[in-house]
């Protein structure tokens, strides 16, 4: 092998390297914007569910709309009293008790 052939050979070294190279970072660029999006979508879901459960009772429906104020059921105030729809303002320890309450009376009325 003379000199001009090892210069040869060792050019084609660098070029499979440098292609190699390319493609580890292609794919490492690939993974990371993979890996990113995934941690974004878990945390959407997260933040979600977490607002869903702020939102939403046990059962599934919506909490009344609410507002500071002082609790008629047990005299508390409040930065969050419930305004329910069939009267009373409550706290949120009233307000469990009361819409499982009203659940209650509602499943039975429809039993009978
Ligand atoms: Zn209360």
Not at 40 to 46: E, G, L, P
Request: charged letters at 25%; glycine letters at 6%; a positive charge.
């Amino acid at each position: 092998m003379n000199r001009r052939e090892m210069w040869t050979l060792d050019i084609y070294w660098l070029i499979g390297a440098l292609i190699l190279l390319a493609v580890a970072i292609v794919v490492l660029v690939f993974l990371w914007t993979v890996l990113r999006a995934w941690l974004w979508q878990k945390r959407q879901r997260h933040s979600q569910s977490k607002y869903y459960k702020q939102t939403h009772r046990a059962d599934g429906r919506p909490y009344p709309p609410v507002a500071a104020g002082i609790c008629e059921q047990c005299g508390r105030s409040r930065k969050k009293i419930y305004y329910t729809e069939s009267g009373p303002k409550l706290c949120l320890e009233c307000y469990e008790i009361f819409w499982r309450d009203e659940a209650m009376k509602e499943a039975m009325n429809n039993g009978s």
